[in-house]
């Protein structure tokens, strides 16, 4: 017995309609993104503070460079934040404004985090996906040798980089840029192992594709969703990399600065009662790294296959 | 389990020597000598003092009489710029402090973390579960260089329980601030490992076979679960170990404690490159012990290893 006509003629339809709207993997992620609220919200934090950092420097009435030496030594009562002297957050021990200069630490602390993650993600991912595709001996050299790094500790390799080199914010960005990328070469290798015995992968190899474009044309697109995953959750560490290296004096340096840096610096003065120098690059700080966690986790739990 | 060993070893060696040979061409490759100042001095002077130092030498020579005393002494040469002391003196006066608060500091992460970590996944979607996550996120924000300000103004400025810094010998007020500073966001991170490696280990077959021959849930935990949950937290230690030493620098300059950290970082302001590199190649080797340990214990625990 033929079902009902016009009920099978709205499956068809309803088939039709999922058929042009075919969803990508990607679109299945987005939409789990978007299920979770804290990651939605921490999306929209970032964005803020982002934009914050690129042109909160137009909103600013003084230079962030201008010291104001009639409210030296009084800024306990005179360095208040106010709207009316146009010094928001106030005034940092010099008489420098405190707003322009957070604006300014904001961008240098992302830039930070970003310029690492990115090295890791060219790096690492390139490094994990040749060793983990080649195997054999290559295989066994190269990770020994992110074995052997990883095992120095580097945070007090890059200082006596940055006192005999010079302190300068291309050696911290090269210091961040040698570390930051072991950790996603060894993700990228597991992954690649998993990957490379996929069919897709076989009928490459048959076809005679050279083994580098493999790595890049069929590889690395499938590495992508659990890098991305990683590159956010390095961000923070990153972030929190710098500000630990400027908080000792050895970063980001005068008449620049970097929220490691203004934490430092309104850590020094909190017990003259000068509170709004600590928290403000505080504020942002906590802000923009829990808002990169969350988004982490989000992005994981949307883009990693194992917990659907 | 002993050519396990042999061959861990094996790679560690070569590990410490790539770093000691790191820091020696680093600080080789040091535009300007340690002896440059404002005031240039006389060079049959400087001539004497580079002497005494040894850095006339040709490169090989300084090199190889480097690592030999280092390796062979335990002697990592004179300071460059306190006269009467060797870089060994500086590291006995503050490796004991670093030690001392960063043994505890490690204690009471790894105890403190993993009971919290195993009470969130018994109790899981209870307020302490929550609690416990609560606590593991939060901490994980707030590393130790903010940590340490907050502490220090309400204990010590609000309300005046503990003192502001300094190390009294180790007495217990002294180590409160630094061992809380430097613990709690690794604490967090075990906390947060433990509960979920719990969790899944109490989900698999032999944990519902034991509960359902009727041990008592302390038991099921203590005898089955927690060995195996173990093995995420063990390869954490590594990492944390490292993080900690570093966090040292941190502690030593907020709550002048006097460990080693301190040491490191006037060095670098006053670009001691010895003490620098002794400080140095000392954590390096501690990491990487360290590292061998916890391999060899992980091996210990887990019998799918092959040795």
Redesign the interface.
């Known amino acids: 017995m033929l079902p009902n006509p016009a009920k099978l003629e709205g499956v068809i339809d309803a088939m039709a309609v999922a058929e042009v709207k075919g969803r990508s993997l990607w679109a299945d992620a987005r939409t789990r993104f978007m299920r979770n609220k804290a990651a939605v919200v921490s999306l929209v934090l970032l964005a803020l503070v982002a934009a914050f950092a690129l042109f909160g420097g137009f909103f600013a009435a003084w230079e962030r460079d201008f010291v104001d030496f009639s409210l030296t030594g009084r800024n306990a009562h005179m360095g208040v934040p106010s709207i009316e002297t146009g010094h928001f957050f106030g005034t940092d021990n010099n008489g420098r404004d405190l707003y322009a200069r957070v604006v300014q630490g904001t961008g240098i602390s992302l830039m930070v985090g970003i310029v690492g993650a990115l090295v890791a993600v060219v790096v690492g991912t390139l490094y994990g996906a040749t060793a983990g595709y080649f195997g054999g001996r290559l295989d066994g050299v190269m990770m020994?040798v992110v074995?052997?790094l990883m095992?120095?500790?580097f945070?007090?390799?890059l200082?006596?980089?940055?006192?005999?080199?010079g302190r300068s914010i291309l050696m911290l960005f090269l210091g961040i840029g040698l570390i930051s990328w072991l950790d996603m070469a060894r993700i990228a290798r597991g992954q690649t192992l998993s990957i490379k015995n996929k069919e897709f992968v076989e009928v490459a190899v048959a076809t005679g594709v050279h083994p580098i474009k493999i790595i890049l044309r069929h590889i690395v697109p499938n590495l992508l969703g659990i890098v991305i995953v990683y590159a956010t959750l390095l961000v923070?560490n990153m972030i929190?990399f710098e500000?630990?290296i400027s908080?000792?004096?050895?970063g980001v340096q005068e008449p620049n600065t970097s929220l490691?840096a203004l934490?430092?610096e309104?850590?020094g003065t909190?017990?003259y009662g000068t509170l709004w120098q600590?928290a403000f690059p505080?504020f942002f700080?906590?802000v923009t790294?829990?808002a990169f966690?969350f988004v982490g986790d989000g992005l994981r739990d949307a883009l990693d296959p194992k917990d659907r | 389990m002993f050519s396990f060993v042999a061959r861990r070893l094996a790679v560690a060696v070569p590990t410490l020597l790539i770093l000691v040979i790191i820091s020696f061409i680093l600080m080789y490759a040091a535009p300007g000598g340690p002896f440059n100042s404002e005031r240039p001095l006389p060079p049959e002077v400087l001539a004497n003092i580079e002497a005494k130092y040894g850095l006339d030498q040709p490169f090989w020579k300084r090199i190889v009489d480097y690592i030999w005393g280092v390796v062979a002494h335990f002697d990592f040469g004179p300071s460059f710029k306190f006269k009467d002391r060797s870089v060994n003196d500086i590291i006995a006066q503050g490796f004991p402090v670093t030690l001392t608060y960063g043994a505890i500091s490690f204690l009471v992460a790894i105890v403190v973390g993993i009971s919290l970590g195993t009470a969130a996944a018994i109790r899981q979607n209870t307020w302490l579960d929550y609690l416990a996550v609560g606590i593991s996120i939060g901490a994980q924000v707030l590393p130790n260089f903010v940590m340490a300000p907050i502490l220090l103004l309400t204990f010590t400025l609000w309300l005046g329980w503990l003192p502001g810094g300094g190390w009294n010998g180790g007495e217990w007020p002294y180590l409160v601030m630094p061992v809380i500073a430097l613990s709690t966001s690794y604490m967090a991170s075990i906390a947060r490992i433990t509960r979920s490696s719990m969790l899944e280990v109490l989900n698999i077959n032999f944990i519902r076979t034991a509960k359902a021959k009727g041990l008592p849930m302390r038991r099921v935990i203590w005898k089955h679960a927690m060995k195996p949950a173990m093995l995420p937290v063990l390869s954490y230690l590594g990492p944390a170990f490292v993080g900690m030493i570093t966090g040292s620098v941190v502690i030593d300059s907020f709550f002048s404690t006097g460990g080693i950290g301190t040491f490191f970082v006037n060095s670098a302001f006053t670009r001691d490159y010895s003490v620098m590199m002794g400080i140095t190649i000392l954590v390096g080797a501690l990491t990487i012990i360290f590292n061998l340990l916890v391999d060899v214990l992980y091996a210990w625990i887990d019998p799918k290893i092959r040795y």
Not at chain 1, 159 to 165: H, N, P, S
Not at chain 1, 247 to 250: E, K
């Open positions: 020994r074995d052997v095992s120095i500790p945070m007090f390799v200082i006596l980089m940055l006192v005999i080199f923070p929190i500000s630990f908080f000792l004096g050895l490691g934490i430092n309104g850590a909190m017990q600590i505080l700080f906590v790294i829990f966690f």
